[in-house]
């Protein structure tokens, strides 16, 4: 089934019956399918709740207006003069910044941890990149930088499609977040009847019952109730850090663009 109207949306992301599609328990320590296994994203009820709970624990000692100033600062370090044509070497920043600020000295396995997460296709270079972090740092943090890695360089790269000179950084990424989000689609598990059930994320934060001229991007239209970071029983954890990462960056970005 197919979902594409916002109150529809909600509904099931409000419902405990609809659960993410359950993943194989079987993968060895250490491997892709064996972290897909034991983290928040993924799981259910109680176990989900508990893996949760640590993740937020971690995420409650940090800071999104210092993630904010380390990501405009690590910006600006690695682009220089390349920053005003918004095609320096920023990627990698978002993800570097929040491993500095989980202690994870190393962030260079994430990007081929991260490659399968989601989908769930491991390979030999996904296994030992996983492996890899896990041997840095708890499981918390590697959910954390997984989780966000692609997520958060996918919305810098939509905002800055839409970005002009003296916009505010803020406010362009949460219109990017309604209008062009970064994931297309949720899915979820009818426990009832065991049909899969896709949402339409670009759809559902383009619902005129909902925002008026819904396809129009206006980065002045203000906070909006988009279902990009979720909402219900399960959302995201960590909007204010996500965000707080991207518009560092888009901080140095656009500066660059006004010299």
Not at 16 to 24: E, I
Not at 37 to 46: D, K, L, N, P, Q
Not at 156 to 174: C, F, Q
Not at 210 to 238: E, I, M, Y
Request: proline share 8%.
């Amino acid at each position: 089934m197919l979902i594409t109207h916002h109150a529809e949306a909600r509904a099931v992301l409000s419902d405990g019956r609809y659960v993410p599609p359950p993943v194989p328990q079987d993968g060895e320590p250490g491997t892709l399918a064996w972290l897909r296994a034991h983290v928040s994203r993924f799981s259910t009820g109680e176990t989900h709740a508990e893996r949760r709970r640590l993740v937020v624990e971690r995420l409650s000692a940090l800071d999104p207006a210092e993630l904010r100033t380390a990501a405009r600062a690590a910006t600006l370090d690695r682009c220089g003069d390349r920053c005003g044509d918004r095609d320096g070497d920023w990627r990698g920043v978002p993800t570097a910044v929040l491993g500095a600020a989980l202690g994870v000295p190393d962030t260079s396995a994430v990007p081929a941890a991260a490659s399968g997460y989601l989908s769930g296709e491991g390979s030999p270079q996904a296994d030992a990149a996983v492996a890899e972090l896990l041997g840095l740092t708890d499981l918390p943090a590697v959910t954390l930088l997984l989780q966000g890695h692609a997520a958060t360089e996918a919305l810098i790269e939509n905002a800055l499609t839409h970005a002009v000179p003296g916009d505010d950084p803020e406010a362009v990424l949460r219109e990017t977040l309604r209008q062009d989000p970064p994931l297309k689609a949720s899915r979820r598990l009818d426990t009832r009847t065991g049909e899969e059930v896709t949402i339409d994320l670009v759809a559902a934060n383009r619902d005129p019952e909902v925002f008026a001229d819904p396809d129009r991007f206006d980065a002045s239209r203000g906070p909006a109730p988009h279902l990009t970071f979720g909402d219900g029983l399960r959302p995201c954890p960590a909007p204010a850090h996500a965000l707080a990462l991207a518009a560092g960056v888009l901080d140095a970005l656009l500066e660059g663009t006004r010299r």
